[in-house]
């Protein structure tokens, strides 16, 4: 089973806004409202930034929001800070298999 | 606060086997379904395996079905994950992980595992 699509990287300046596309198929992001995203610095443990498509934990900032347009869903960071700079993962409920990942973005603040 | 701590990585040689630990606190562990996820060295993320929360139903991705198994223990708050005839491509840092209704919700700080020769 192939991971999501994701691009490889993604840069923007401070104060600026960025998106992230995760692109998967009707049977896994088109098909259930269970995309999740996870932020990860180097060498630390992924942390949930968004659930079931545009849900923000508790703690995490409002600058990140996320949607779904079919099989594609999105995350998007406004007013990029430089803490911003990491690796960015959707993930996804699937009818397959429970889990299943994106192939992550790196994410540059210029 | 909920904690995952993994144990159990190391070097370990082709073919061999290794047993992953995670102990878990800070929840009612025996109520969630439970996770491993690994990442080897510069790539991304990839779901290994899944346990229901009395540990009678497991699913696992194809690259390890046969050779690795998951297991808990709810009377000791720890998930395990038993890995036999390990690859070069296993190497990686593993991930114990919380499932919260078909999301993950909180990772451990992870274990390498490295086979190698």
């Known amino acids: 089973q192939s991971a999501l699509t994701q691009p490889a990287s993604v840069s923007g300046s401070p104060g600026q806004s960025i998106t992230i596309s995760c692109t998967g198929t009707?049977?896994?992001?088109?098909?259930?409202?269970?995309v999740s995203w996870y932020q990860q610095y180097p060498g630390k443990a992924p942390k949930l930034m968004i659930y079931?498509?545009?849900n923000r934990p508790s703690g995490v900032s409002n600058r990140f929001s996320g949607s779904k347009s079919g099989n594609t869903a999105s995350l998007t960071i406004s007013g990029l800070q430089a803490d911003d700079e990491a690796d960015y993962y959707c993930?996804?409920?699937?009818?397959?298999?429970?889990?299943?990942f994106g192939t992550g973005t790196k994410v540059t603040v210029l | 606060e909920v904690q995952l701590v993994e144990s159990g990585g190391g070097l370990v040689q082709p073919g061999g086997s290794l047993r992953l630990s995670c102990a878990a606190s800070?929840?009612?562990?025996?109520?969630?379904?439970m996770h491993w996820v690994r990442q080897a060295p510069g790539k991304g993320l990839v779901w290994v395996s899944r346990?229901?929360?009395?540990?009678?139903?497991?699913n696992y991705a194809d690259s390890v079905k046969g050779r690795f198994t998951i297991s808990r223990d709810n009377a000791k708050n720890t998930l395990y994950l038993q890995m036999n005839s390990l690859r070069a491509e296993d190497t990686a840092v593993y991930y114990c992980?919380?499932?919260?209704?078909?999301?993950?919700?909180?990772w451990g700080q992870g274990t390498l595992v490295s086979v190698s020769s």
């Open positions: 992980a919380r499932d919260w209704t078909f999301r993950i919700d909180s």
């Open positions: 800070g929840f009612t562990f025996s109520t969630y379904l």
């Open positions: 346990i229901n929360s009395d540990g009678s139903i497991t």
């Open positions: 009707s049977s896994d992001v088109g098909g259930y409202n269970y």
């Open positions: 079931d498509v545009s």
């Open positions: 993930s996804s409920y699937t009818s397959s298999s429970p889990f299943i």
